[in-house]
């Protein structure tokens, strides 16, 4: 019995661990996404434009997918008219600890 309940902390630890790698890697991607808009007056037509031009020196994997190519990207059209990457979710179909999608986050 003290197993179990010491084995359901330490998964809950897991996960918890594993969201807060989500949520630093999604502030880390949003954050370059703007410089790199700001810097060159455009958004990124990719999540791959932000690694060739210096701004991350690789994508950071998504915890929950295990993955850099299974982000979600949201493309909208920036202040010169110009459409690209806007904003990323996770690309993981699954829901955290307090109930809502990852890919909502």
Known sequence: EV???TGDVDFVAMIRAKESVLKSNLFTIRSVIDHYTYDKEKPPQSLGDLVQEG????IPVDPFTDSSTTWQVV???GPNGESGVFDVKSGSDRSSL??????EW
């Not at 701004?55 to 690789?58: A, C, F, G, I, P």
């Not at 307090?98 to 890919?103: A, E, K, M």
């Open 3 to 5: 197993y179990s309940v």
């Open 55 to 58: 701004y991350l020196r690789s």
């Open 75 to 77: 493309t909208d059209t």
């Open 98 to 103: 307090s109930g809502t999608p990852y890919g």
